[in-house]
């Protein structure tokens, strides 16, 4: 069975720090899809990236960037300078490569606050 | 731009009253999902669809039935609800099984 764990529950920085949000998964497939999604307080779940598992490059986008090592089972967020508007309840995701829709299976999330 | 709409943001029901909760996108989508997220669960999979008419259950499934006739509504019932079944649902949709879901507003939902 898939899992995805993510240990931090809630972070606090201050505005301006970097911070790194962790993510591990398990999975016995061979192909499958990471995917991080924020949550602000409105609520809808935006989409920030995919990555498959053939591709272990490191991904920056703006602030934000994207570490995945396979030999470690992870898929780790870092959010530079961090701002207010990046506090967020932050989820990373699991999806089955195969069949006809795939599932995704959610971590548990990490709460990050931003403080001036 | 992508949507996914939900028909209510908030909803409050009684113990044993059928509920509706009612999911449409706008992008012509195969795909579509109903999660449920309560702290400290994240977000677990009801059910989902891959085509008109066609239904799987997800990982938390009792309780709960799904519709779909059309290609873009998707449907979530709970024929009996219950005060366990308090939370918040959101219905995601996606083009593929390999492109990411896209996911509506989110409605919580109450049971008395």
């Known amino acids: 069975a898939q899992k995805v764990t993510q240990a931090q529950t809630e972070i606090s920085v201050v505005e301006k720090e970097d911070v790194t949000l962790d993510c591990v998964y398990e999975t016995r497939d061979t192909t499958y899809y990471l995917f991080w999604y924020k949550q602000p307080p409105s609520g809808e779940l935006v989409f920030l990236i995919r990555?498959?598992?053939?591709?272990?490059q490191n991904e920056i986008s703006g602030r934000y960037s994207w570490n995945f090592q396979k030999s470690t089972s992870s898929f780790n967020f870092t959010i530079t300078a961090s701002q207010v508007v990046d506090s967020a309840v932050y989820f990373c995701?699991?999806?089955?490569?195969?069949?006809?829709?795939?599932?995704?299976?959610f971590g548990t999330g990490t709460r990050l606050q931003v403080t001036l | 731009d992508v949507k996914v709409t939900q028909s209510s943001r908030y909803l409050v029901k009684r113990t044993g009253e059928k509920v509706f909760l009612e999911c449409v996108q706008d992008?012509?989508?195969?795909?579509m999902f109903w999660y449920r997220q309560d702290p400290g669960l994240g977000l677990r999979l009801i059910y989902f669809s891959y085509d008109v008419k066609m239904k799987e259950k997800g990982d938390i499934p009792e309780g709960y039935s799904v519709s779909r006739e059309k290609k873009e509504r998707f449907s979530l019932i709970l024929e009996s609800a219950s005060t366990n079944q308090t939370s918040m649902y959101l219905c995601?949709?996606?083009?593929?099984?390999?492109?990411?879901?896209?996911f509506g507003d989110g409605t919580r939902l109450s049971i008395l």
């Open positions: 990555r498959n598992s053939f591709d272990e």
């Open positions: 995601a949709s996606s083009l593929t099984e390999r492109r990411p879901q896209h």
């Open positions: 992008m012509d989508h195969e795909n």
């Open positions: 995701a699991l999806s089955e490569a195969t069949g006809t829709a795939s599932k995704l299976t």
